[in-house]
């Protein structure tokens, strides 16, 4: 899907337009400034709209995950909202980290029309769309035409980075990631006895559910400031495309 969106050939069969061969002649008969007025214009309605759905795609996953973690929490069970959580940090870098994408592309310059039109942005547009919609780890699948997916640690590192709590998230994502693996604190979260003791095994003394449910709090609380903060910035750059 790569590559440049002003053709005529090319951007019907890129957005699946109703009336692709009439789109098609309407542009091949008009003038050549006519015609560039029309795509120009598709162009900056397919990209905004692209936007959007990008943002709607994540926040309903966010919304799921959300009512699972706080269902989870309340009927005291740290280990589903543990991975839940880790799922929700998860889908908020992937959100910051291709947000970010769209930002660099913009540059300076707000993303007026005849920014949109700058091949090198429309280049930069299609691959951040390919990897906004088309990821998957599955190699059959890459095999039918979807794009291999960027590792979520790659992303993880780069959004920590810049972000002032980068170490402490860091931190409380490698401490989720064990409530998905069969290690120690995710056998503590099933067989800690009672919230608010604590459980030994073999002499020692090692953190129960009140720990593992202190371990979630943190990430679930960044995880809502960075979502809203970066969805802000999603509808900024919706509202340039729009000028």
């Given at each position: 899907?790569?590559?440049?969106?002003?053709?005529?050939?090319?951007?019907?069969?890129?957005?699946?337009?109703?009336?692709?061969?009439?789109?098609?002649?309407?542009?091949?008969?008009?003038?050549e400034d006519s015609r560039r007025e029309i795509i120009?214009?598709?162009?900056?309605?397919?990209?905004?709209?692209?936007?959007?759905?990008?943002?709607?795609?994540?926040?309903?996953?966010?919304?799921?995950?959300?009512?699972?973690?706080?269902?989870?929490?309340?009927?005291?069970?740290?280990?589903?909202?543990?991975?839940?959580?880790?799922?929700?940090?998860?889908?908020?870098?992937?959100?910051?980290d291709l947000t970010g994408e769209v930002e660099a592309?913009?540059?300076?310059?707000?993303?007026?029309?005849?920014?949109?039109?700058?091949?090198?942005?429309?280049?930069?547009?299609?691959?951040?769309?390919?990897?906004?919609?088309?990821?998957?780890?599955?190699?059959?699948?890459?095999?039918?035409?979807?794009?291999?997916?960027?590792?979520?640690?790659?992303?993880?590192?780069?959004?920590?980075?810049?972000?002032?709590?980068?170490?402490?998230?860091?931190?409380?994502?490698?401490?989720?990631?064990?409530?998905?693996?069969?290690?120690?604190?995710?056998?503590?979260?099933?067989?800690?006895?009672?919230?608010?003791?604590?459980?030994?095994?073999?002499?020692?003394?090692?953190?129960?559910?009140?720990?593992?449910?202190?371990?979630?709090?943190?990430?679930?609380?960044?995880?809502?400031?960075?979502?809203?903060?970066?969805?802000?910035?999603?509808?900024?750059?919706?509202?340039?495309?729009?000028?």
């Open positions: 899907m790569a590559g440049l969106w002003v053709t005529i050939d090319t951007l019907p069969q890129r957005f699946s337009f109703t009336g692709r061969n009439e789109v098609v002649a309407t542009l091949r008969g008009l003038d120009a214009t598709t162009v900056q309605n397919v990209s905004r709209e692209l936007l959007l759905r990008f943002e709607f795609s994540v926040l309903a996953r966010v919304e799921l995950l959300a009512e699972q973690v706080i269902r989870s929490l309340n009927e005291g069970n740290p280990l589903v909202a543990g991975v839940a959580t880790r799922a929700l940090m998860e889908l908020t870098i992937f959100f910051i592309l913009r540059g300076t310059a707000p993303f007026a029309r005849l920014r949109l039109m700058d091949p090198a942005v429309q280049t930069g547009l299609a691959k951040w769309e390919e990897e906004a919609f088309l990821p998957t780890r599955i190699r059959s699948l890459q095999e039918g035409g979807l794009v291999e997916a960027k590792n979520i640690l790659t992303r993880i590192d780069h959004v920590v980075r810049m972000d002032p709590e980068g170490a402490a998230i860091r931190e409380a994502y490698s401490r989720l990631c064990e409530l998905s693996h069969p290690n120690a604190p995710s056998s503590l979260a099933v067989t800690s006895p009672e919230v608010g003791k604590p459980t030994l095994t073999r002499g020692r003394s090692v953190p129960g559910q009140p720990a593992l449910i202190m371990t979630i709090l943190p990430p679930l609380r960044w995880s809502a400031e960075r979502l809203v903060a970066t969805a802000s910035k999603v509808r900024t750059l919706a509202r340039e495309m729009a000028t």
